[in-house]
């Protein structure tokens, strides 16, 4: 009796431990439950789930504790001889397929709601790159004019390398902000048309259960509709190279009115945009502020791989110190692979995200970097002459 007793003990207690810590886990460690519908339902699904796991689990380990204590041999010691039993084996069979039935029902309706992209009120294209989102919002009635951007970690890259500490304690959002957020209006269901430049990213936002593979060649689509304003983050979940870890994603849920003034100042953003760029372009830059434009351009898109002092990451990211491209090669080429990029490679083209002056500069920088000093000036001039030509 006594061992039946710390038995029974034992088992109550380790069933209180395991509900205990299925509480803190639902607390601490689940699903977030997100804000728009569909991300609601997931959460319910999921939590639905949890539970059917947990009776089986409690019926199970209940039989198989039962058993260890009221069959054990100093209680029966002569065996049983029966070897199996046709009905209980229909039982065990037919309940797990039922419960699958009972699973299997709503997860099918949520997965094909959750596909449903028809009858969307606006489109926006996202496009993955190594290591960046580009957004383009697609004309129709609510986006008058087609906007473009590129969306990147606004993180210094000081605090990641750990090259510089102070304030990162400081920032909320570390390796979690970016300099454009992609914007989108409340109760408006907008279409996303997934697609890549170069490998596979994902691109997902966990409280608007939105997650799709960006895969080069395909455009996967997935939609989503935020009833609430706010901010909401998320991040690449496909191994796509050396700086995975620094693609986030930032979606930034306006009312209705400040979404048409947000796309008016956009508009006028772009427009004063080109016409800056447009006089920079006009210019006869000196070498002094060439070679300062330029280590600031590349510093913020080109040391990721090639690194600060040029030396790369061999195979995988060449060095520009010393390189041919960047010495002995003509300038026209070096041109070419920064306006363009180069296929089945991580160069991207910079032709649609760096304006002419900053194009110029950075090529400047490069040739005339880490000992190189080739003494090549390129202009804005050179860079729209080659654009032309191309």
């Given at each position: 009796?006594a061992?039946?007793?710390?038995?029974?003990?034992?088992?109550?207690?380790l069933?209180?431990?395991?509900?205990?810590?299925?509480?803190?886990a639902?607390?601490?460690?689940?699903?977030?439950p997100?804000?728009t519908e569909?991300?609601?339902?997931?959460?319910?699904?999921?939590?639905?789930?949890?539970?059917?796991m947990?009776?089986?689990?409690v019926?199970?380990f209940?039989a198989m504790?039962y058993?260890?204590?009221?069959?054990?041999?100093?209680?029966?010691?002569t065996?049983a001889?029966f070897?199996?039993s046709?009905?209980?084996e229909i039982?065990?069979t037919?309940?797990?397929?039922?419960?699958l039935?009972?699973l299997t029902v709503?997860?099918?309706?949520l997965l094909i709601?959750?596909?449903?992209?028809?009858?969307?009120d606006?489109s926006v294209?996202v496009t993955?790159?190594q290591?960046?989102?580009?957004y383009k919002?697609l004309?129709?009635?609510i986006i008058e004019q087609e906007?473009?951007f590129?969306?990147n970690?606004?993180t210094?890259?000081?605090q990641?390398?750990?090259?510089?500490?102070s304030?990162a304690a400081?920032?909320?959002?570390?390796?979690?902000?970016?300099d454009?957020h992609?914007?989108?209006?409340v109760?408006?269901k907008?279409?996303?048309?997934?697609?890549?430049?170069?490998?596979?990213?994902?691109w997902?936002?966990?409280?608007?259960?939105?997650k799709?593979?960006a895969?080069?060649?395909?455009?996967?689509e997935t939609?989503?509709?935020?009833?609430t304003?706010?901010i909401?983050?998320?991040?690449c979940?496909?191994?796509?190279?050396?700086?995975h870890?620094?693609m986030?994603v930032v979606v930034?849920?306006?009312?209705?009115?400040?979404?048409a003034?947000w796309?008016?100042g956009k508009?006028?953003?772009?427009r004063?945009?080109d016409?800056?760029?447009a006089?920079a372009?006009s210019?006869n830059w000196?070498m002094?502020?060439l070679?300062?434009?330029?280590?600031?351009?590349?510093d913020?898109?080109?040391?990721?791989?090639?690194?600060?002092?040029?030396?790369?990451?061999?195979?995988v990211?060449?060095?520009?110190?010393?390189?041919?491209?960047?010495?002995?090669?003509?300038?026209e080429?070096?041109?070419d692979?920064?306006?363009?990029g180069?296929?089945?490679?991580?160069?991207?083209a910079?032709?649609?995200?760096?304006t002419?002056a900053e194009?110029?500069?950075?090529i400047?920088?490069?040739?005339?970097?880490?000992g190189n000093?080739?003494g090549d000036?390129v202009q804005?001039?050179?860079?729209?002459a080659?654009?032309?030509g191309?």
């Amino acid at each position: 009796m006594a061992i039946r007793r710390k038995l029974i003990a034992g088992m109550t207690g380790l069933l209180g431990f395991m509900l205990s810590g299925l509480v803190q886990a639902a607390s601490e460690l689940n699903m977030r439950p997100g804000v728009t519908e569909t991300s609601i339902e997931v959460y319910e699904l999921h939590m639905m789930v949890v539970w059917v796991m947990v009776a089986i689990s409690v019926v199970v380990f209940g039989a198989m504790f039962y058993s260890f204590i009221f069959h054990r041999k100093s209680k029966h010691p002569t065996p049983a001889t029966f070897s199996h039993s046709t009905k209980m084996e229909i039982v065990w069979t037919a309940i797990p397929v039922l419960i699958l039935i009972y699973l299997t029902v709503p997860a099918v309706k949520l997965l094909i709601k959750m596909e449903d992209a028809s009858n969307s009120d606006m489109s926006v294209q996202v496009t993955g790159s190594q290591w960046k989102w580009h957004y383009k919002y697609l004309e129709n009635d609510i986006i008058e004019q087609e906007i473009s951007f590129y969306s990147n970690l606004s993180t210094p890259r000081e605090q990641y390398e750990n090259y510089e500490t102070s304030g990162a304690a400081e920032n909320v959002n570390y390796l979690l902000e970016v300099d454009n957020h992609l914007v989108l209006p409340v109760d408006t269901k907008v279409r996303f048309l997934v697609t890549a430049e170069d490998v596979i990213h994902s691109w997902w936002v966990p409280e608007l259960a939105v997650k799709k593979d960006a895969i080069p060649g395909f455009i996967n689509e997935t939609w989503t509709k935020v009833p609430t304003p706010g901010i909401y983050r998320g991040q690449c979940t496909e191994l796509c190279g050396v700086n995975h870890g620094f693609m986030p994603v930032v979606v930034e849920v306006l009312s209705k009115p400040d979404f048409a003034k947000w796309l008016s100042g956009k508009a006028e953003e772009k427009r004063i945009a080109d016409k800056t760029a447009a006089a920079a372009a006009s210019q006869n830059w000196d070498m002094d502020k060439l070679m300062v434009l330029g280590k600031t351009v590349y510093d913020a898109k080109c040391a990721a791989c090639h690194q600060v002092n040029g030396a790369g990451l061999p195979p995988v990211f060449p060095a520009l110190k010393g390189s041919a491209i960047a010495t002995t090669g003509p300038v026209e080429g070096h041109i070419d692979i920064v306006v363009n990029g180069k296929q089945g490679t991580a160069m991207a083209a910079y032709g649609a995200q760096l304006t002419d002056a900053e194009m110029a500069a950075v090529i400047t920088y490069e040739r005339n970097a880490w000992g190189n000093d080739t003494g090549d000036k390129v202009q804005p001039a050179d860079i729209q002459a080659f654009k032309a030509g191309n």
